[in-house]
Structures are given as C-alpha cells and as structure tokens.
C-alpha cells in the first residue's frame, strides 16, 4: 500500500459506509475538505455531524458523499492498512541497537526498524524524536496522542548525537519541551550501555528528566542487550554484578529524592538489574502503577504477587484428595529460572502429586548474553529439550512467539516444536494466574472444576 491510498478492506453490515454504497477496494481521498494523512486525521475528522467525503472509487471514478451523522458515529470502515499511511523508518545508527546484531537469514520483519511516534501511541514503542518533523509535533499535541514514549538514553545532547551516530540527535530532544510545555503525557527509556552513558553521565540525566515532572511519568533503565552477532559494531562490554548494584543505588537515591515531593518514584531499574544483583525486587507500590511493564521493570514482581495470589486461590477452592497426578514442564529463559523454580515449589508443595520442572534454556542462537525468554528460538528448544522427559504438555510463554501467530523468532512453529518434542504444548501469557491456570486448571479427576481464571 502507497501513501496516502486508503483502501477500504471492508464495510461494516447495517453502517453509515453500507448506506452509502461504499465497497471494499474504494479509497477515501478527504473529509471536509482536508487531505487525509492518517488513522488520527480520519478519526479526528469523522467525530463532526456533517461529512462531505470524497471518494476514489474501486472503478477509478471520483465521487463526493453528504453525510449527516450522529456526532462520534462511527463510519463502520476497516481499512487495508490500520495506521492508513506507510510505517516511519528509523533514521539512526545506534550503537546499542539489537536489530543490528541479528544474523542474516531470519524473515525481513525482524529487520525494519520503526521510529514512529503513531505507533508509540498506538502500540506502546518507543521513538527517538530524531525522526518527527515540527508538523508530527503540531499534530501530537493537536489530537492529544498521549502517552508518547520516548527514548532519551542521554540527556546530554553531545553523547545523545554519538549514540544515535545521529547530528541531530541532541538537537531533537528540544522536542521534549514542547510537549511538556503542551502537558502531553511522556515515558522515557535509557538503554544504559557501560562506560557510555552509566554513571556521572546516568546521573545527570536523571537531574535534567526530572525537570519534566509530572508529564514525564516514569523512566525505566534498561541494560544493552548484547548478541553474538556484534562482529564491526561499536565494541560494549557487557555489564557485571557489582555494576548492576551501582545502577540500583544510583537509581533508589534519585527515588528517595523524587518521592516525596511527586508522589512517584519516576527512574526505574529495569528487573534485569535486580536479578543480576542479586538483591530483592522492590515492593510493589514502588512500580507506580506498573508503567513501564513492557520494558521489563516489575514483570517479576507481578508475575510472583499474580501467581502466589492465584495459588491461595487454588488451595482454598480444591481439597489434596482432588488432586490428580500430573507432570508439566515449563521453558524460562536463564535470568528469571530462580523465580520460575520457586513458583513451582510453591505449585508442588501445595499438590505434591503435580510434578512442575522448569527448563531453563541456554541461549546459543543469539549467545550466552542474552538470558530473557522472549529471545529463546526454537531450535534451542529442540536442542536442549529432545529426547528428555517433559511430561504431559510444555508451556511456552506468550512473549516467545510472534504477535497473534504460533511462530518463534526462527521461525519455526508450534506444530514443528511438537513434533520435535514429542509433547503438547500449551502457550501461557505473562502472567501469574495464567501460569498457575494452566498447571491446575484440570485437577478434578473428571476435569469438572472448571478454571478461577479464565482470563480473555
């Protein structure tokens, strides 16, 4: 699909789009006389009772429509492309970026890199700023796309241009200004690479987001993620137990500050720094309202409150002699098997006649450095797991597998890991009642006791 051609996909039965005689393969040129962009120009713009819409018809033939509407009805349209314009690119070279240190060979999806402050609205992604013009502003701050996530990884303007290997990544962070001084709401992201942009550099920036307060929520600092593939790329030592205590502390003094005047701990270490550390996650009313979950900060503080709540539940509503016997198998990345080896115990004190083991998996695709699950490909599945004794079923963590499909990141599926393994598998989501769901979900020997958490 080019720029610009909003193709219909199809016409809801009974709207406004049927009445009128729209089809699919028709194409929606303007509203109101203002060429549209995008999703956000069309959503905006159909809120209005009265419409003149010009449409490309399918035949090639151009044709304006009056339509008198409900104020906020919708047209009932889908369209081809749901952002109604092409994704933006990223226009960086960052020295930290993962996508660079893939190998070759894997489907071309995995090596587009966005940098589209629709998507950070839409999707929860992260942009640089470096990418948006002074019109991408207007219209953030005009249709309210909020929150907006950003990724500062410096607020030193000079260092910021090096990472990014960007002239004008410094530059652009004056674009967080302007959406402060518009109260647009902001989350932010350091991806801390050692020696860069840690330490004093850390520190600074930390003083200079603050200034952002409240619209700047939250920010997460997160540890460069490094492959094996890093062959020509800028030379990033991974970080050690001892850093990962100064990142924390560095971290938990700028909370002490910042607390009690905002009411929010703002900087956050992502969980990856706690479990390297060694040291005890934080509680939960530190996380604000878990903001930053997808960047990895209090994942596993969740997951254990969802799953040690989910397991009271449990042993509350089944009696011991209920229990039938089973034996699961559950795959985790390397990072997390400690907290995943607990919630088992947990699960196997509770019914001892439920066998739960946690697979820790090695990742040799991408390299030892890499320790979270949501980078496990199949093939080292079947490498570690072929030919061991899994039980009745293999849980996979939703994380692993592409979005809406059955697929990991090498592309193999499900059905190829099945046959491979000689086992059912069975996909849990990142959560804790999920987790202890599909371990005790069929307890009842005739499978009557229908699951606490059925969770859509």
């Known amino acids: 699909m080019t720029k610009n051609e909003h193709i219909i996909k199809r016409i809801e039965e009974g709207s406004i789009a049927e009445e009128m005689g729209l089809e699919s393969g028709d194409q929606i040129v303007s509203i109101n006389g203002t060429v549209i962009e995008d999703v956000f120009d069309y959503r905006f713009l159909i809120q209005d009772e009265h419409l003149d819409v010009v449409v490309l018809t399918k035949d090639g033939e151009e044709c304006l429509l009056d339509i008198d509407k409900d104020e906020s009805e919708d047209l009932g349209i889908e369209f081809e492309n749901g952002l109604m314009d092409d994704y933006h690119s990223c226009c960086n070279k960052c020295i930290f970026c993962f996508i660079d240190q893939m190998p070759k060979g894997m489907r071309e999806t995995l090596y587009f890199k966005d940098d589209d402050s629709r998507l950070s609205f839409l999707q929860g992604n992260y942009v640089t700023l470096t990418n948006m013009s002074d019109h991408d502003?207007?219209?953030?701050?005009?249709?309210?796309?909020?929150?907006?996530?950003?990724?500062?990884?410096?607020?030193?303007?000079?260092?910021?241009?090096?990472?990014?290997?960007?002239?004008?990544?410094?530059?652009a962070l004056k674009k967080v200004d302007r959406l402060f001084e518009a109260g647009i709401e902001m989350n932010g992201q350091i991806v801390l690479c050692k020696g860069v942009n840690d330490g004093k550099e850390l520190d600074f920036s930390i003083q200079e987001m603050s200034k952002y307060l409240p619209y700047l929520r939250s920010v997460s600092?997160?540890?460069?993620?490094?492959?094996?593939?890093?062959?020509?790329l800028y030379p990033l030592e991974p970080f050690t137990k001892?850093?990962?205590?100064?990142?924390i502390d560095l971290i938990e003094s700028w909370q002490k500050k910042i607390y009690p005047k905002y009411g929010v701990h703002f900087i956050h270490a992502s969980d990856e720094w706690y479990l390297k550390a060694g040291r005890h996650l934080p509680e939960q009313d530190r996380y604000d309202g878990y903001l930053q979950l997808e960047n990895g900060?209090?994942?596993?503080?969740?997951?254990?409150?969802e799953y040690r709540d989910a397991l009271h539940k449990f042993t509350a509503a089944r009696k011991p002699e209920q229990v039938r016997k089973k034996k699961v198998t559950s795959v985790?990345?390397?990072?997390?098997?400690?907290v995943m080896k607990q919630a088992a115990r947990d699960i196997m004190r509770a019914?001892?006649?439920?066998?739960?083991?946690?697979?820790?998996?090695?990742?040799?695709?991408?390299?030892?450095?890499?320790?979270?699950?949501?980078?496990?490909?199949?093939?080292?599945l079947i490498n570690q797991l072929q030919g061991k004794d899994l039980g009745e079923v293999l849980l996979l963590h939703q994380n692993m597998l592409r979005a809406g499909e059955e697929t990991l990141l090498d592309?193999?599926?499900i059905t190829d890991l099945e046959k491979a393994l000689q086992v059912k598998i069975d996909v849990v989501?990142?959560?804790?009642?999920?987790?202890?769901n599909r371990i005790l979900y069929d307890l009842s020997p005739n499978r009557l006791v229908p699951s606490l958490f059925d969770e859509d």
């Open 137 to 171: 502003i207007d219209r953030l701050i005009r249709y309210r796309l909020e929150p907006i996530n950003i990724s500062f990884q410096t607020m030193n303007p000079e260092l910021r241009c090096k990472m990014l290997n960007n002239r004008f990544a410094g530059e």
């Open 332 to 338: 985790t990345g390397t990072l997390v098997s400690p």
């Open 221 to 232: 600092v997160v540890p460069v993620g490094l492959s094996r593939f890093r062959e020509g």
């Open 351 to 380: 019914f001892p006649q439920v066998t739960v083991n946690i697979a820790p998996i090695r990742n040799d695709f991408f390299g030892d450095q890499i320790t979270v699950t949501g980078l496990i490909t199949g093939q080292d």
């Open 429 to 436: 989501k990142s959560s804790g009642y999920d987790f202890v």
């Open 242 to 247: 001892e850093d990962a205590c100064e990142v």
């Open 411 to 413: 592309d193999l599926t």
């Open 297 to 305: 900060v209090g994942m596993t503080r969740l997951f254990m409150t």
